[in-house]
């Protein structure tokens, strides 16, 4: 039970939620951002349209998230005046990413602003730029960056669908409702997009339907097998099958199969949500697959109850690895953070001092309080570096050694080892407040006491899957299409491969490959 709802709980007034055998024009598995794009476009384009989630409430990941959109040259930063163009981010794409995937990465290109300019259409679905700077010096990025966020969304809209969407991820798992007031970030972006769904009348939500298997006939998806409180039921579609359910995230065996490090407790997916179901099911009917070792990397802050935080934008500290060493610039974007953890030497300490009150000197998500991490061990507090060290097991003169150098780079502004303050990103978070010396991202630690918090190489979801084309349709292992199968988001292989290149490129191209499917779908 949560929010008072149920598993398979089916009453909202503006939807139908059935449950049994069932025969759509379009099923659509998964009810992230991708998912619920490709649910209102198929929707729109008149054809009737089911949403098959497995949990109670819609939204998975993409409604823990900031909701930025990494979608270039659209008419949203037209309107914020940034002159970004398609151009500029193919630039960036290709700088970045190289030839790897130039048809998708071209086709994301070209329909990125037609969908931008189809969704504003629809008086549910706002946008506005928000500054949040490309992760990559690169040519073609935008300092001030140009992904752009749904705007806040009234409660009072949602109407009895409210109950529908997953909350923040605090509140979620702490399993809280929605606050009052309007809903923000991707809560915003899932309402809005349940909204303009709904709206067109030609959409069903199921809840409660964990789909497990694909039903094919004469070498074409027609349907899938889905397990309900009910029992297994078997939902047909005419026109095809779209899946856009999540990564294997929360999956230990997959990922340990894979090689993708880090642990499904770490993950910042919904518990128990995203466990591979779909990849499975598409490999046992011949899908091809790309990438599967890779994910959204972050830092995650560990918590008291071995869960992480998703940890970016350090105002102060340094994070150092088992030997008391840093090994990189903490200001990086945190994929690229996350990266660097991923080589260090285990376990790595955000150490910093009390200039913030005993707070931590980064956003985390959920947010953290001090006391409790302190009470669970998870952080640890000491009065000096090397009875810091002592009690986190690290040597206690490279501790020092380390610290005494930052703050010797904190006085000149200069850090020759990492270059910490030299690019855009790392100035974005920085809080010139508490920064004395000439880089406001060299805070020098000179405050005890002390606080190391333990880091954890955490994910925003695997972005390794079922390898698709231009068009998100399924390949098999011959690089043919799997007729009426579509894949989006991270239950599809990236076309950006292993580079993260900024804020909102998980759900911005999410969105775009599955309105790519819909669009085959009817052609
Ligand atoms: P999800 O959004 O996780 O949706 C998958 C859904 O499928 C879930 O609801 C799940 O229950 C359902 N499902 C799984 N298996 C089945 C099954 N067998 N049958 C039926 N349903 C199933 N990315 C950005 O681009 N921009 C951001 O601003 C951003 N900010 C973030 C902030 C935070 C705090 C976090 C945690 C992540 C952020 N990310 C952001 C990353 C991004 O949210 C995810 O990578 C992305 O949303 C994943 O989208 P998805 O549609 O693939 O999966």
Redesign the pocket.
Known sequence: MRDGRTEGDATHDAIREPTGDAIHDVIV???????MTGALMAAADGLDTVV????A??????????????LPGTQVQERAGLGDSTDAARTYLRALVGDTGPDRREAFLRHAPELVARLESDPAVEFEWRA?PDYVAAPGRMDAGR?F?PRDLPQEELGDLLPLV?PA?DRDRAGQGHPDGPLT??RALIGRLLLAATRTGNTTVRTG????GLVTEHGRVTGVE?ETPQGTVTVRARRGVLL????FEGDDALRTEHGVPGAAAWT???PG??????LR?AVRIGAATDLLDEA?W?PGTERPDGSAA?TLGLRGGIVVDAAGRRFANESLPYDRMGRALATAQAPAHLIFDSREGGGLPAIT?PPADPEEHLASGVWVKADTLPELAERIGVPAGALTDTVARFDGHAATGTDPDHHRGEDPYDRFFADTRNAPGPNPCLVPLDRPPYYAARLVLAD??T?GGLRTDVHARVLDGAGDPIPGLYA????SASFTGRVYPG????????MVFASLAVRDMTS
């Open positions: 598995v998964g009810s992230g951002a991708g998912a098959l989630e497995r949990t409430l819609l939204g998975g990941t993409s409604a823990y998230s900031g909701a930025a959109c990494w949040f992904s966020v997953r991820v970030a991707g339907h964990r789909v497990i889905a856009a359910a999540g990564g910042m997916a919904p949500a995203t466990t591979g179901d779909l099911a959204w972050c998703f998500v925003l979801g972005k989006a988001g991270n239950t804020p909102g490129v998980p759900i911005g191209t999410g």
